[in-house]
């Protein structure tokens, strides 16, 4: 499990990702690499590309994409807004399902919350609390666990619903990656990738989580 702190949430990664956006025939196929029954010499090497470009498309679009389940937690339960509603806004985007809320109450015992509404489309995703719970300031220990990513209509879940604009972006940088091994590439094709990568992606950006 990897931890990051995002917006004052702590963020852990309770489950990998079962796939990866491009899969490694995609990639032989980007590479034009000569495979002998699917397989490649380097395709260890291809796979960390796969994850380091996947890595920074992530990070330049703010939003995850294979599925995978996280753990957000802070420390204080948000108080109610000026329309007198209680709303925690979700740092991760996008998410598919909020698969549980616990807090723990004023007595030090752990709660499940069971009254809210999910607001997933919006950006970023919201939970309405119905029912705020008797909570002390600063020690609510708020723990919610969410499926993020894009959804998918296979099962097993695929990378079907992943827009073929930040497939293609990720290719790039893998094609970027495996032919220039180096930290600098000296030449104009040292910038030519980053920016059609930024080019593909930037229509998919989230701002504001």
Known sequence: MNETIKNNWSVTQLTQPAYQPVSLRQTHQHLRLFTEYGQHPDDDLIEVYIQAAT???????????AQRTLRLKRDDFPTENADGEVIITLPVYPVISVDSITYVDRDGATQTLTGYEIDSESVPARVRVVTPPDVEKGLSKLTIDVTVGYGSNDSPPSADLIPAQIKQAILLMVGQMYEHRENVVVGQGATEVPMAFQYLLHPHRVLGV
């Open 55 to 65: 890595g920074a498309a992530e990070d330049y679009l703010q939003r995850y994409l």
